[in-house]
């Protein structure tokens, strides 16, 4: 079949729903199927709006719209890049991201506990004045702090200068350069010991094991971001064990670990995790307080 011989969106919609299956792409950067990923790309390439599909959908598209999508679709498909970096865009809930391949595509589990999932554990909101996203990426998670806590200066902290030039542009189109600091770190060394009442983060995580088998769309990521050694504990297992010297009193650290719950509580079997619940996971996220961790 032709670009020519695909007259509507609902043609090139139909089209790419039966290439994605056909190909067997992988999903899991902000869809998780085959007819949402379809449309996003779809819409977001004819430059209509991404909630939108149904007035559209018989639309006939111009001959340069076909060689637009046609072209899209091959470099999904042939080279099975993720859509974000196709776009250029991420995003968790009403929240846009850019992105590139300089950054892991935003998909944190943290994203939705922002801020009433942690609010049993903090108190009011206004109590957090300082908080720190650690391995912050493309700064995502950063500006989601300081949306759910406006009275917090946030730092952003990233070994990666590639994802922190990425970050600054995030950071400089929410206009928020006055509250959100950037920081070139390797965890806690460049902090100059700095504390904070919230400390959230989504490290490197995923076992060399896992690694192995990853999809090639996963493998456009930067190894550095995802990585996690061979049980995925080596930056976790390193923020759980420096993160007591920069907690504040009453302070409260969330991190994100995929699958990793049973490597966590091995780890660490005095620790008192607290488990977190999203959407659609139960265990891919804990809750320690600065007491839980003096204690343990």
């Not at 043609?11 to 899991?28: H, M, N, P, Q, S």
């Not at 049993?120 to 949306?147: F, Q």
């Not at 930067?222 to 050694?229: D, Q, R």
């Amino acid at each position: 079949m032709t670009a020519d011989e695909l007259e509507t969106l609902r043609d090139w919609l139909r089209f790419a729903v039966t290439r994605f299956g056909e190909t067997k792409i992988a999903f899991g950067h902000g869809t998780t199927n085959a007819y949402d990923e379809a449309a996003y790309l779809l819409l977001h390439a004819l430059s209509l709006p991404i909630d939108r599909l149904e007035p559209f959908l018989d639309a006939r598209l111009t001959r340069a719209e076909r060689a637009t999508l046609a072209a899209l679709l091959a470099r999904r498909i042939d080279e099975r890049i993720p859509a974000p970096y196709l776009t250029g865009e991420a995003w968790l809930g009403d929240f846009r991201f850019h992105v590139d391949k300089r950054v892991v595509i935003p998909r944190s589990f943290i994203a939705e506990l922002l801020p009433d999932g942690v609010a049993p554990y903090i108190g009011s909101g206004e109590a957090i004045r300082s908080a720190l996203d650690l391995c912050t990426g493309s700064a995502c998670l950063a500006i989601l702090l300081a949306h759910a806590f406006p009275s917090a200066d946030v730092d952003a902290a990233d070994l990666s200068a590639d994802a922190l030039a990425v970050a600054e542009q995030n950071v400089a189109e929410y206009e928020l350069g006055d509250r959100i600091r950037l920081i070139r770190s390797d965890l806690f060394n460049s902090l100059s010991g700095k504390t904070y009442d919230l400390i959230v983060s989504n490290p490197p995580y995923v076992t060399t094991t896992a690694m192995e088998s990853l999809p090639p769309e996963f493998r456009h990521e930067p190894e550095l971001a995802l990585a996690g050694g061979d049980d995925g504990m080596d930056v976790v297992g390193s923020i759980i064990d420096a993160v007591p010297r920069h907690l504040n009193a009453h302070g409260v650290l969330v991190v994100e670990v995929g699958s990793g719950k049973a490597a966590v509580e091995a780890a660490f079997p005095r620790l008192p995790f607290v488990w977190l619940t999203t959407r659609s996971s139960s265990d891919a996220v804990f809750l320690l307080t600065r007491d839980d961790l003096a204690a343990g």
